[in-house]
T-cell receptor
Framework: EAQVTQNPRYLITVTGKKLTVTCSQN?????MSWYRQDPGLGLRQIYY???????DKGDVPEGYKVSRKEKRNFPLILESPSPNQTSLYFC??????????????FGSGTRLTVV | RKEVEQDPGPFNVPEGATVAFNCTYS??????FFWYRQDCRKEPKLLMS???SGNEDGRFTAQLNRASQYISLLIRDSKLSDSATYLC?????????FGAGTILRVKS
């Protein structure tokens, strides 16, 4: 089954404790990206990747890092999480940045709480 | 001005009603357009792509007006199961830009 897999689904952590949210897709998609969703603000892009070893900042990259060493994986790293990073996070992928008639495929989301 | 703007609603409609949502975008270089549906706390799922010629999928019709930079979604014969948040998505220069979403509540 074609899918984007995110882990974990839920995470509660403490301020300053490094964490990684994993994202993996099995569709051989070139484009992958991370979003956070907050009430009233909609989905905002954190980072995106056009292909292996090619990453760039989105609209809200502060406090996050990413890497794209393999085509299928695009982990999101929070080196020193803070409470303002409490949010619902989604990973998405597409064959190309423009999307196709199938649009973008999203992971099931990660609900992160930083206390 | 936001890059993609939607009326947040909520739109409260009875079953069987026809409801229309609009979305405006600011970047005239935008290339691709979609409507996504999001149920509470779940991932967005593609509802339909939007083409300049307009497209229809069952009860759903999407239109794109490039000159005026807006996208519309029409839902006919609303069902209870249509209750969700509808996201307008615009692709411009390597990134997706989401509207904040329009809430639809269909009531019996």
């Amino acid at each position: 089954e074609a899918q984007v897999t995110q882990n974990p689904r839920y995470l509660i952590t403490v301020t300053g404790k490094k964490l990684t949210v994993t994202c993996s897709q099995n569709m051989n998609h070139e484009y992958m990206s991370w979003y956070r969703q907050d009430p009233g603000l909609g989905l905002r892009q954190i980072y995106y990747s056009m292909n292996v070893e090619v990453t760039d900042k989105g609209d809200v990259p502060e406090g996050y890092k990413v890497s794209r060493k393999e085509k299928r994986n695009f982990p999101l790293i929070l080196e020193s999480p803070s409470p303002n990073q409490t949010s619902l996070y989604f990973c998405a992928s597409s064959l190309t940045v423009r999307g196709t008639a199938d649009g973008y495929t999203f992971g099931s989301g990660t609900r992160l709480t930083v206390v | 001005r936001k890059e993609v703007e939607q009326d947040p609603g909520p739109f409260n409609v009875p079953e069987g009603a026809t409801v229309a949502f609009n979305c405006t975008y600011s970047n005239s270089a935008s290339q691709s357009f979609f409507w996504y549906r999001q149920d509470c706390r779940k991932e967005p799922k593609l509802l339909m792509s939007v083409y300049s010629s307009g497209n229809e999928d069952g009860r759903f019709t999407a239109q794109l007006n490039r000159a005026s930079q807006y996208i519309s979604l029409l839902i006919r014969d609303s069902k209870l199961s249509d209750s969700a948040t509808y996201l307008c998505v615009v692709i411009a220069v390597n990134k997706l830009v989401f509207g904040a979403g329009t809430i639809l509540r269909v009531k019996s």
